[in-house]
């Protein structure tokens, strides 16, 4: 059952190390850090992706700073509790991760699948472009009774079919992990600039 689980959850990244090793938090008595790295789009635009990752797999006292790390682990979701309310915080739980001296072949450098549940009503709607666009929030369980609560986004075609599932609707989809800047109003004319998570969904089904 818990092979299952974890196998409704899986990611493999691919990118070049953009921060040093950042301290989050200990589990009995296992250190975890973030690191961002930067993987590159067809478009030649760029993501950058935040990997949560055991001082166990790699040695973060180290500065990986423009080195390759290939990752493979979970998309995964937790409630930030700031300014008086709850806030999405999204990064990638890493499994296992290998730094590389060059690019590997025939890996996907950002991909994702996802096996989850319709958790709230999706929004359909077109850009003033005429574009498609469907933002859907897929729950996806996890070991001990956890699940994440991911925010996922269908374009055209997938877009149109999307936005017609109902709460609850059992969907596979595959895509990847795509991060956007934003400017958020903290306090008075003060603007933090921030980054958010979503996946860009390319293959979805609905499962019977």
């Known amino acids: 059952m818990a092979d299952k689980v974890l196998d409704n959850n899986q ?10 090793f950042v301290y989050s938090h200990e589990v009995f008595g296992e250190g975890f850090y973030v690191v961002e790295v930067i993987v590159q789009r067809l ?37 930030k509790h700031e300014e008086g309310r709850n806030r999405l915080v999204l990064s990638v739980f ?7 001296d060059e690019e590997p072949e025939n890996v996907k450098p950002n991909s994702i699948f996802l096996d989850g549940y319709i958790c709230k ?36 075609r997938n877009a149109r079919f999307a936005g017609k ?17 934003y400017q958020k109003r903290i306090e008075g004319d003060q603007v933090e600039r921030r980054t958010a998570y979503e996946i860009s969904v390319s293959k979805i089904e609905c499962i019977e």
């Open 121 to 156: 009503q999706p929004v359909y709607r077109m850009t003033p472009l005429g574009r498609e666009i469907a933002d859907l929030l897929l729950a996806v369980n996890r070991p001990y009774g956890k699940s994440d609560y991911l925010p996922c986004i269908c374009w055209g």
């Open 43 to 79: 478009s030649n635009m760029v993501d950058r992706i935040p990997l949560m990752i055991s001082e166990r797999l790699i040695d973060v006292t180290q500065n990986y700073i423009g080195r390759t790390l290939e990752a493979h682990g979970q998309f995964r979701s937790y409630n």
């Open 11 to 20: 990611v493999t990244i691919v990118g070049v190390v953009d921060s040093e």
């Open 94 to 100: 890493v499994r296992d991760v290998e730094v590389l």
């Open 165 to 181: 599932f109902e709460v609850g609707t059992h969907i596979h989809l595959w895509g990847r992990i795509q991060s956007r800047t």
